[in-house]
């Protein structure tokens, strides 16, 4: 008998049919014996649509409220679920994050879990129960309810199969596992049979939001293998494991794109020690992420710093920075928010030179501009306009021949 997290996103519970089939999955590995914990999102769009309520009644809405709110979708669907299994003969039992209890720190919104009591699901297990449980929220110490950020039901899944012990840990999502680049804008994507949490991280860090990045941290930290598989199919998908149970490193293995990002400049700025940390502790202490920062020296005194944060941080960011620019005497501030970040990954490129300058090669042969460049040891990624995101990513999916199977590191130098 093996304990067995399953996890399935929006897209498989959208309808009452998608969650009566969703039912059946569940009930067939619950026949040959299986425990069965199945962790449910909000339906597809719920929790844009409840996102958007807020909006419309508060300008600002406080992140308690928010979770309050927000949390309520995946409510529906685990009680849903847990009737249809219900229905179908077998015992189930749908539990909320507090009910479990999942603890959280108290950063609502974009709370992270401290940690499971497995007691209570343990005890629906042993009496035979499926237990459906609520993804993408848990309890913080004071009895708030919290969210952990949007596709954070995929962390909730990694937690649960860590807290656990589970022997299997299965994202049920709309493709059949993680590809070379997003399938929905890249015909030509192929599916990874197999990769590492580092890659993962990466590729997840970068955009591709098939796995949260929180999820593969938590795989990686507490060995949990993923695997990463189509809800519509029974076709194996991708296992996320352990670097050395790979059976051979590509030397780029996927591609992403992240829309989510604005530029913002200061030019001009007195180029003097200091004038970096005036500029950006406002800004964490406005609890706004950075991700890229570039700064250029003009001529001896002066400097230019462009940095970029992510979208629905940029009115406040401007806010700030306007501010900071006149009080250290700085220029203009400019920013941007038609940008895309473009990346390549791949733990192959540890060894390997060359990689960035070929990159860089095909955005300019699609006449694309790069308006900023940042590398690690296993990735490199360009900001460019936003309108040529497809275009560039296309173009490095052909260039890598990602869509060949099998590229072995040795055939590709
Ligand atoms: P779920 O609702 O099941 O959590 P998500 O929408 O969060 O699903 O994630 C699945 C989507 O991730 C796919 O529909 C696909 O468009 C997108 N995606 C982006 N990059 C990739 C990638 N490299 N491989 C697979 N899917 C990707
Ligand atoms: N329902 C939440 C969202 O849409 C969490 C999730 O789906 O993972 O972001
Ligand atoms: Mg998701």
């Not at 049919?17 to 590995?29: C, F, L, M, N, P």
């Not at 042993?126 to 459906?132: Q, R």
């Not at 694309?368 to 309108?387: F, G, L, Q, R, Y």
């Amino acid at each position: 008998m093996a304990l067995i997290v399953q996890k399935f996103g929006g897209t498989s519970v959208g309808s009452v049919e998608k969650i009566q089939a969703v039912a059946d999955r569940v009930i067939a590995e619950h026949k040959k014996g299986n425990q069965m914990v199945v962790v449910l999102s909000a339906m597809s769009g719920e929790t844009d649509k409840l996102t958007g309520l807020a909006q419309a009644v508060q300008n600002r809405p406080s992140s308690r409220e928010m979770d309050m709110l927000l949390s309520t979708g995946e409510q529906v669907t685990i009680a849903l679920l847990a009737m249809a299994v219900k229905e179908r003969g077998v015992d189930a039992v749908a539990l909320l994050g507090d009910q479990v209890s999942i603890h959280t720190d108290s950063t609502h919104t974009k709370a992270r879990i401290k940690n499971i009591d497995s007691h209570l699901i343990n005890e629906h297990l042993n009496s035979g129960k499926i237990v459906t449980i609520a993804g993408f929220q848990g309890v913080d110490d004071h009895g708030n309810i919290t969210t952990l950020g949007r596709g954070g039901s995929d962390t909730t899944a990694v937690a649960l199969a860590a807290a656990l012990e589970a022997d299997a840990c299965e994202i049920f999502t709309d493709v059949e596992g993680v590809y070379t680049t997003d399938p929905n804008i890249c015909t030509k994507a192929r599916k990874i049979n197999q990769i590492c949490y580092d890659e993962m991280l990466e590729l997840a860090s970068l955009g591709a939001k098939v796995l949260d990045i929180r999820a593969v941290g938590l795989a990686k930290k507490y060995k949990v293998p993923v695997h990463v598989r189509s809800t519509f199919t029974d076709t194996i998908g991708t296992w996320v494991v352990d670097e050395d149970k790979i059976m051979e490193s590509l030397l780029v293995s996927g591609i992403t794109y992240n829309k989510n990002e604005a530029r913002i400049t200061i030019k001009k700025v007195p180029d003097r020690p200091g004038t970096a940390s005036q500029v950006f502790l406002p800004i964490s202490d406005a609890e706004i992420l950075v991700d890229m920062i570039i700064q250029n020296t003009r001529d001896g005194h002066l400097t230019d710093m462009t940095f970029t944060v992510m979208r629905n941080d940029y009115e406040r960011a401007m806010e700030i920075v306007t501010e900071i620019a006149q009080d250290i005497g700085a220029g203009c501030v400019t920013g941007d928010q038609h940008i895309a970040k473009v990346s390549i990954v791949g733990v192959g490129m540890r060894n390997h030179s060359g990689i960035a300058s070929t990159m860089f090669h095909i955005l300019s042969k699609e006449g694309i501009n790069m308006m900023m460049v940042s590398t690690s040891e296993i990735k490199v990624s360009c900001i460019i306009d936003e309108k040529y995101t497809e275009l560039a990513v296309r173009a490095l999916h052909d260039a890598f021949a990602l869509d060949k199977d099998n590229m072995p590191l040795e055939e590709t130098n």
